[in-house]
Protein backbone atom coordinates (compact mmCIF):
# COMPACT_ATOMS: atom_id res chain seq x y z
CA UNK A 1 0.00 0.00 0.00
CA UNK A 2 1.38 3.80 -0.71
CA UNK A 3 -0.20 7.06 -0.03
CA UNK A 4 -0.31 9.63 -3.22
CA UNK A 5 -1.49 12.84 -1.44
CA UNK A 6 -5.28 12.09 -0.40
CA UNK A 7 -5.18 8.81 -2.49
CA UNK A 8 -4.18 5.46 -1.34
CA UNK A 9 -2.73 2.78 -4.10
CA UNK A 10 -3.61 -0.68 -3.11
CA UNK A 11 -2.91 -3.88 -4.92
CA UNK A 12 -5.02 -6.31 -5.57
CA UNK A 13 -4.78 -10.08 -6.15
CA UNK A 14 -7.16 -10.91 -8.61
CA UNK A 15 -8.25 -7.74 -10.96
CA UNK A 16 -11.95 -6.72 -11.04
CA UNK A 17 -13.77 -7.54 -14.65
CA UNK A 18 -14.72 -3.86 -14.51
CA UNK A 19 -10.88 -2.77 -14.30
CA UNK A 20 -10.07 -5.63 -17.06
CA UNK A 21 -12.46 -4.24 -19.16
CA UNK A 22 -11.68 -0.46 -18.49
CA UNK A 23 -7.90 -0.75 -18.78
CA UNK A 24 -8.15 -2.40 -21.98
CA UNK A 25 -10.47 0.35 -23.56
CA UNK A 26 -8.11 2.89 -22.48
CA UNK A 27 -4.99 0.98 -24.25
CA UNK A 28 -7.08 0.62 -27.37
CA UNK A 29 -8.03 4.51 -27.19
CA UNK A 30 -4.40 5.41 -26.65
CA UNK A 31 -3.22 3.12 -29.34
CA UNK A 32 -5.55 4.70 -32.11
CA UNK A 33 -4.68 8.10 -30.57
CA UNK A 34 -1.01 7.87 -31.33
CA UNK A 35 -1.80 5.87 -34.73
CA UNK A 36 -3.54 9.17 -35.56
CA UNK A 37 0.03 11.02 -35.62
CA UNK A 38 0.61 8.33 -37.92
CA UNK A 39 -1.97 10.02 -40.13
CA UNK A 40 -1.24 13.53 -39.28
CA UNK A 41 2.47 12.73 -40.30
CA UNK A 42 1.17 11.40 -43.45
CA UNK A 43 -0.43 14.01 -44.38
CA UNK A 44 -3.66 12.74 -43.75
CA UNK A 45 -6.63 14.11 -41.06
CA UNK A 46 -6.91 11.46 -38.50
CA UNK A 47 -10.43 12.46 -38.29
CA UNK A 48 -10.99 12.10 -41.83
CA UNK A 49 -9.23 9.10 -41.87
CA UNK A 50 -11.23 6.92 -39.20
CA UNK A 51 -14.89 8.41 -40.38
CA UNK A 52 -13.42 6.61 -43.93
CA UNK A 53 -12.58 3.49 -42.14
CA UNK A 54 -15.40 3.15 -40.18
CA UNK A 55 -17.93 4.34 -42.77
CA UNK A 56 -16.15 1.80 -45.46
CA UNK A 57 -16.03 -0.91 -43.20
CA UNK A 58 -18.52 -1.79 -40.34
CA UNK A 59 -21.68 0.33 -42.37
CA UNK A 60 -20.07 -1.02 -45.40
CA UNK A 61 -21.36 -4.71 -46.07
CA UNK A 62 -18.48 -5.73 -47.94
CA UNK A 63 -16.21 -4.54 -46.09
CA UNK A 64 -17.46 -6.28 -42.73
CA UNK A 65 -17.41 -9.14 -44.86
CA UNK A 66 -13.71 -9.27 -45.32
CA UNK A 67 -13.33 -8.16 -42.01
CA UNK A 68 -15.10 -11.27 -40.82
CA UNK A 69 -13.14 -13.25 -43.54
CA UNK A 70 -9.87 -12.08 -41.99
CA UNK A 71 -11.16 -12.74 -38.21
CA UNK A 72 -11.37 -16.75 -39.60
CA UNK A 73 -7.65 -17.38 -38.39
CA UNK A 74 -7.33 -14.44 -35.85
CA UNK A 75 -9.78 -16.65 -33.91
CA UNK A 76 -8.77 -19.79 -34.86
CA UNK A 77 -5.56 -19.30 -33.94
CA UNK A 78 -6.57 -16.69 -31.60
CA UNK A 79 -8.28 -19.74 -29.50
CA UNK A 80 -4.92 -21.90 -29.36
CA UNK A 81 -3.18 -18.89 -27.75
CA UNK A 82 -5.43 -18.57 -25.31
CA UNK A 83 -5.45 -21.88 -24.37
CA UNK A 84 -1.58 -22.01 -24.47
CA UNK A 85 -1.12 -18.80 -22.09
CA UNK A 86 -3.59 -20.72 -19.53
CA UNK A 87 -1.25 -23.26 -19.58
CA UNK A 88 2.37 -21.28 -19.27
CA UNK A 89 3.40 -22.37 -22.82
CA UNK A 90 4.30 -19.54 -24.32
CA UNK A 91 3.54 -20.05 -27.87
CA UNK A 92 4.82 -17.35 -30.28
CA UNK A 93 4.95 -19.67 -33.45
CA UNK A 94 1.37 -19.63 -34.53
CA UNK A 95 2.25 -17.74 -37.89
CA UNK A 96 4.60 -21.20 -38.59
CA UNK A 97 2.31 -23.53 -36.89
CA UNK A 98 -0.27 -21.90 -39.49
CA UNK A 99 1.70 -22.53 -42.79
CA UNK A 100 2.42 -25.67 -41.60
CA UNK A 101 -1.39 -26.65 -41.62
CA UNK A 102 -0.96 -25.28 -44.99
CA UNK A 103 1.26 -27.03 -46.04
CA UNK A 104 -0.60 -30.14 -44.91
CA UNK A 105 -3.62 -29.35 -46.53
CA UNK A 106 -2.26 -28.63 -50.03
CA UNK A 107 0.23 -32.17 -49.41
CA UNK A 108 -3.75 -33.81 -48.94
CA UNK A 109 -5.32 -31.66 -51.78
CA UNK A 110 -2.55 -32.10 -54.59
CA UNK A 111 -1.06 -35.36 -54.01
CA UNK A 112 -3.36 -37.92 -51.51
CA UNK A 113 -5.88 -39.91 -53.96
CA UNK A 114 -9.18 -39.38 -51.79
CA UNK A 115 -12.51 -39.67 -52.70
CA UNK A 116 -14.11 -36.46 -52.67
CA UNK A 117 -15.86 -36.28 -49.90
CA UNK A 118 -13.09 -37.07 -47.75
CA UNK A 119 -11.23 -34.68 -49.25
CA UNK A 120 -11.89 -31.60 -46.80
CA UNK A 121 -11.77 -33.60 -43.64
CA UNK A 122 -8.35 -35.32 -44.08
CA UNK A 123 -7.16 -31.72 -44.89
CA UNK A 124 -8.11 -30.26 -41.97
CA UNK A 125 -6.86 -33.71 -40.01
CA UNK A 126 -3.75 -33.27 -41.62
CA UNK A 127 -3.60 -29.60 -41.00
CA UNK A 128 -4.45 -29.91 -37.13
CA UNK A 129 -1.93 -32.43 -36.81
CA UNK A 130 0.93 -30.89 -38.90
CA UNK A 131 0.06 -27.70 -36.49
CA UNK A 132 0.51 -29.38 -33.45
CA UNK A 133 3.79 -31.47 -33.73
CA UNK A 134 4.96 -28.21 -34.61
CA UNK A 135 4.39 -27.00 -31.47
CA UNK A 136 5.56 -30.16 -29.93
CA UNK A 137 8.73 -30.23 -30.73
CA UNK A 138 9.04 -26.70 -28.39
CA UNK A 139 7.19 -28.00 -25.40
CA UNK A 140 9.41 -30.67 -25.00
CA UNK A 141 12.42 -28.95 -25.09
CA UNK A 142 10.98 -26.75 -22.59
CA UNK A 143 9.86 -29.45 -20.60
CA UNK A 144 12.75 -31.85 -20.92
CA UNK A 145 15.78 -28.96 -21.24
CA UNK A 146 14.06 -25.93 -20.01
CA UNK A 147 14.85 -24.19 -23.07
CA UNK A 148 12.39 -21.09 -23.44
CA UNK A 149 9.48 -21.47 -25.39
CA UNK A 150 9.35 -17.94 -26.57
CA UNK A 151 12.64 -18.23 -28.40
CA UNK A 152 11.98 -22.00 -30.07
CA UNK A 153 8.49 -21.48 -31.21
CA UNK A 154 9.46 -17.84 -32.45
CA UNK A 155 12.66 -19.46 -34.62
CA UNK A 156 10.67 -21.87 -36.38
CA UNK A 157 8.46 -19.00 -37.74
CA UNK A 158 11.46 -18.78 -40.08
CA UNK A 159 11.75 -22.21 -40.87
CA UNK A 160 7.71 -22.85 -41.69
CA UNK A 161 8.59 -19.67 -43.97
CA UNK A 162 11.57 -21.04 -45.57
CA UNK A 163 9.71 -24.42 -45.86
CA UNK A 164 6.62 -23.22 -47.86
CA UNK A 165 8.93 -21.32 -49.98
CA UNK A 166 10.69 -23.90 -50.64
CA UNK A 167 7.90 -26.18 -51.46
CA UNK A 168 6.81 -23.78 -54.37
CA UNK A 169 10.29 -23.14 -56.04
CA UNK A 170 10.77 -26.47 -55.99
CA UNK A 171 9.05 -30.05 -56.17
CA UNK A 172 5.53 -28.41 -55.46
CA UNK A 173 5.86 -25.92 -58.19
CA UNK A 174 2.47 -25.42 -60.66
CA UNK A 175 3.08 -26.71 -64.25
CA UNK A 176 1.24 -23.16 -65.32
CA UNK A 177 3.43 -21.05 -62.96
CA UNK A 178 5.45 -19.07 -65.14
CA UNK A 179 7.10 -15.80 -63.51
CA UNK A 180 5.30 -16.43 -60.25
CA UNK A 181 5.87 -19.63 -57.63
CA UNK A 182 2.85 -21.20 -56.29
CA UNK A 183 1.41 -24.67 -56.83
CA UNK A 184 -1.10 -26.36 -58.91
CA UNK A 185 -4.61 -25.40 -57.67
CA UNK A 186 -6.82 -27.17 -55.88
CA UNK A 187 -9.59 -29.77 -57.09
CA UNK A 188 -12.70 -28.49 -56.79
CA UNK A 189 -13.73 -31.24 -53.99
CA UNK A 190 -10.60 -29.32 -51.88
CA UNK A 191 -11.93 -26.41 -51.84
CA UNK A 192 -14.02 -24.77 -49.16
CA UNK A 193 -17.66 -23.07 -50.08
CA UNK A 194 -17.82 -19.47 -49.65
CA UNK A 195 -20.68 -17.31 -48.58
CA UNK A 196 -22.07 -15.86 -51.63
CA UNK A 197 -21.04 -12.02 -52.52
CA UNK A 198 -18.37 -12.92 -50.10
CA UNK A 199 -14.89 -14.48 -49.31
CA UNK A 200 -16.04 -15.99 -46.19
CA UNK A 201 -15.44 -19.45 -46.13
CA UNK A 202 -18.30 -20.63 -43.86
CA UNK A 203 -17.52 -24.07 -42.76
CA UNK A 204 -14.27 -22.82 -41.23
CA UNK A 205 -16.06 -19.55 -39.44
CA UNK A 206 -18.75 -22.33 -37.97
CA UNK A 207 -15.45 -24.37 -36.96
CA UNK A 208 -14.02 -21.26 -34.99
CA UNK A 209 -17.07 -20.57 -33.02
CA UNK A 210 -17.72 -24.15 -32.31
CA UNK A 211 -13.98 -24.81 -31.14
CA UNK A 212 -14.09 -21.35 -29.09
CA UNK A 213 -16.73 -22.67 -27.51
CA UNK A 214 -15.47 -25.93 -26.78
CA UNK A 215 -12.95 -24.51 -25.26
CA UNK A 216 -14.41 -22.05 -22.75
CA UNK A 217 -16.02 -25.39 -21.57
CA UNK A 218 -13.75 -27.71 -20.70
CA UNK A 219 -11.91 -25.03 -19.44
CA UNK A 220 -14.31 -23.49 -17.07
CA UNK A 221 -16.59 -26.88 -16.67
CA UNK A 222 -14.45 -29.52 -16.68
CA UNK A 223 -12.00 -31.62 -14.98
CA UNK A 224 -9.53 -31.49 -17.98
CA UNK A 225 -9.30 -28.10 -17.37
CA UNK A 226 -8.95 -27.56 -13.85
CA UNK A 227 -5.10 -28.39 -14.06
CA UNK A 228 -4.86 -26.03 -16.97
CA UNK A 229 -6.03 -23.44 -14.65
CA UNK A 230 -4.11 -24.03 -11.91
CA UNK A 231 -1.14 -24.58 -13.85
CA UNK A 232 -1.67 -21.19 -15.54
CA UNK A 233 -2.22 -19.34 -11.79
CA UNK A 234 0.70 -21.17 -9.96
CA UNK A 235 3.04 -23.99 -11.47
CA UNK A 236 4.66 -25.14 -8.00
CA UNK A 237 1.35 -25.23 -6.58
CA UNK A 238 0.46 -27.81 -9.26
CA UNK A 239 3.16 -29.44 -8.82
CA UNK A 240 2.97 -29.45 -4.98
CA UNK A 241 -0.70 -31.11 -5.80
CA UNK A 242 0.94 -33.68 -7.98
CA UNK A 243 -0.90 -32.28 -10.91
CA UNK A 244 0.01 -33.57 -14.54
CA UNK A 245 2.00 -30.14 -15.48
CA UNK A 246 4.08 -32.17 -18.09
CA UNK A 247 1.22 -33.07 -19.84
CA UNK A 248 -0.89 -30.15 -19.16
CA UNK A 249 1.63 -27.94 -21.18
CA UNK A 250 2.33 -30.60 -23.62
CA UNK A 251 -1.77 -30.89 -24.40
CA UNK A 252 -1.80 -27.45 -24.27
CA UNK A 253 0.83 -26.93 -26.52
CA UNK A 254 -0.56 -29.60 -29.00
CA UNK A 255 -4.11 -28.10 -28.82
CA UNK A 256 -2.60 -24.13 -30.07
CA UNK A 257 -0.73 -25.95 -32.78
CA UNK A 258 -3.46 -27.84 -34.32
CA UNK A 259 -5.89 -24.61 -34.18
CA UNK A 260 -3.12 -22.81 -35.85
CA UNK A 261 -2.88 -25.08 -37.82
CA UNK A 262 -6.74 -25.08 -38.98
CA UNK A 263 -6.58 -21.94 -39.52
CA UNK A 264 -4.25 -22.46 -42.34
CA UNK A 265 -6.40 -24.75 -43.78
CA UNK A 266 -9.05 -22.06 -44.23
CA UNK A 267 -6.95 -20.17 -46.06
CA UNK A 268 -5.56 -21.97 -48.65
CA UNK A 269 -8.84 -24.10 -48.94
CA UNK A 270 -11.15 -21.13 -48.58
CA UNK A 271 -9.31 -18.33 -49.71
CA UNK A 272 -6.43 -18.97 -51.85
CA UNK A 273 -7.01 -22.34 -53.58
CA UNK A 274 -3.31 -23.32 -53.96
CA UNK A 275 0.14 -22.84 -52.55
CA UNK A 276 1.25 -19.55 -52.72
CA UNK A 277 3.90 -17.65 -50.61
CA UNK A 278 4.30 -17.61 -46.70
CA UNK A 279 3.21 -14.04 -46.45
CA UNK A 280 0.70 -14.36 -49.21
CA UNK A 281 -0.80 -17.23 -47.05
CA UNK A 282 -0.81 -15.25 -43.75
CA UNK A 283 -0.44 -11.47 -43.76
CA UNK A 284 1.00 -12.20 -40.12
CA UNK A 285 -2.09 -13.38 -38.78
CA UNK A 286 -0.41 -15.84 -36.16
CA UNK A 287 1.61 -12.65 -34.86
CA UNK A 288 -1.47 -10.99 -34.57
CA UNK A 289 -3.04 -13.75 -32.46
CA UNK A 290 -1.21 -13.33 -29.91
CA UNK A 291 -3.00 -9.41 -29.45
CA UNK A 292 -6.14 -11.29 -30.33
CA UNK A 293 -5.56 -13.69 -26.77
CA UNK A 294 -3.88 -10.41 -24.61
CA UNK A 295 -6.90 -8.82 -25.45
CA UNK A 296 -9.32 -11.48 -24.24
CA UNK A 297 -7.72 -12.56 -20.91
CA UNK A 298 -7.61 -15.61 -20.82
CA UNK A 299 -11.28 -16.21 -22.00
CA UNK A 300 -11.71 -18.55 -25.47
CA UNK A 301 -15.15 -17.01 -25.53
CA UNK A 302 -13.63 -12.94 -25.52
CA UNK A 303 -11.61 -14.20 -28.28
CA UNK A 304 -14.76 -14.19 -30.64
CA UNK A 305 -14.95 -10.01 -30.10
CA UNK A 306 -11.17 -9.64 -30.23
CA UNK A 307 -10.97 -11.51 -33.57
CA UNK A 308 -13.62 -9.81 -35.41
CA UNK A 309 -11.85 -6.28 -34.00
CA UNK A 310 -8.38 -7.18 -35.19
CA UNK A 311 -10.13 -8.73 -38.64
CA UNK A 312 -11.76 -5.22 -39.49
CA UNK A 313 -8.63 -3.50 -38.36
CA UNK A 314 -7.07 -5.18 -41.20
CA UNK A 315 -9.99 -5.03 -43.07
CA UNK A 316 -8.96 -1.33 -42.89
CA UNK A 317 -5.91 -1.85 -44.55
CA UNK A 318 -7.04 -1.98 -47.85
CA UNK A 319 -9.66 1.12 -47.48
CA UNK A 320 -6.41 2.64 -46.39
CA UNK A 321 -4.99 1.62 -49.56
CA UNK A 322 -7.67 2.45 -52.01
CA UNK A 323 -9.61 5.42 -50.41
CA UNK A 324 -6.59 7.35 -48.58
CA UNK A 325 -3.61 6.40 -50.88
CA UNK A 326 -1.59 4.88 -47.70
CA UNK A 327 0.66 1.67 -47.53
CA UNK A 328 -1.89 -1.68 -46.70
CA UNK A 329 1.43 -2.21 -43.58
CA UNK A 330 0.27 0.71 -41.59
CA UNK A 331 -2.12 -2.17 -39.89
CA UNK A 332 1.19 -3.32 -38.92
CA UNK A 333 1.16 0.07 -37.02
CA UNK A 334 -1.81 -0.37 -35.76
CA UNK A 335 -0.93 -3.93 -34.19
CA UNK A 336 1.81 -2.78 -32.54
CA UNK A 337 0.59 0.24 -30.66
CA UNK A 338 -1.80 -2.30 -29.74
CA UNK A 339 0.04 -4.23 -28.08
CA UNK A 340 2.63 -1.85 -26.79
CA UNK A 341 -0.14 -0.40 -25.06
CA UNK A 342 -1.78 -3.78 -23.76
CA UNK A 343 2.04 -4.29 -22.44
CA UNK A 344 2.18 -1.12 -20.92
CA UNK A 345 -1.00 -1.03 -18.95
CA UNK A 346 -1.03 -4.81 -17.39
CA UNK A 347 0.18 -3.98 -14.33
CA UNK A 348 -2.54 -1.16 -13.72
CA UNK A 349 -5.12 -4.17 -13.54
CA UNK A 350 -3.21 -5.23 -10.28
CA UNK A 351 -4.37 -1.94 -8.47
CA UNK A 352 -6.27 0.51 -7.28
CA UNK A 353 -6.37 3.85 -6.09
CA UNK A 354 -8.77 4.81 -3.37
CA UNK A 355 -10.04 8.25 -1.78
CA UNK A 356 -8.52 8.07 1.47
CA UNK A 357 -7.56 11.65 3.03
CA UNK A 358 -4.87 11.72 6.01
CA UNK A 359 -6.50 12.45 9.13
CA UNK A 360 -5.42 15.12 10.79
CA UNK A 361 -3.81 14.60 14.52
CA UNK A 362 -5.52 16.77 17.41
Same mark, same amino acid.
Given at each position: ???????????????????????????????????????????????????????????????????????????????????????????????????????????????????? $??? @?? /??? &? #? =?? +???? !?????????????????????????????????????????????????????????????????????? $??? @?? /??? &? #? =?? +???? !?????????????????????????????????????????????????????????????????????????????????????? !??????????????????????????????????????????????????????????
Amino acid at each position: MRRIGPFLVEKDLVAPPGRVLAVSTAALVLAFLVAGLVFWAYGVSPWVAYRTIFVETLLSPSGFAEGVRRAIPLLLAGVGLVLAFRGQFWNIGAEGQLLLGAVAAAGVALFVPLPD $PLK @LP /AMF &L #A =GF +AAGG !LWAAAPALLKLRLGVNDVLTTLMLNYVAVYLVEWLIHGPWRGRTAFGFAYSDRFPDAAMLPLIPGTYVHW $PTL @LL /ALL &L #A =GA +AWFV !LARTTWGYPVRVTGDNPEAARYARMPVFWVVFGVALASGGLAGLAGVGEVAGVHGRLLGAYQISLGYGYTAIIVAWLARGNPLGAV !LTALFMGLVFASGDVMKIALQMPFRVTDVFNGLILFFLISTERLLYYRVRWAPARKER
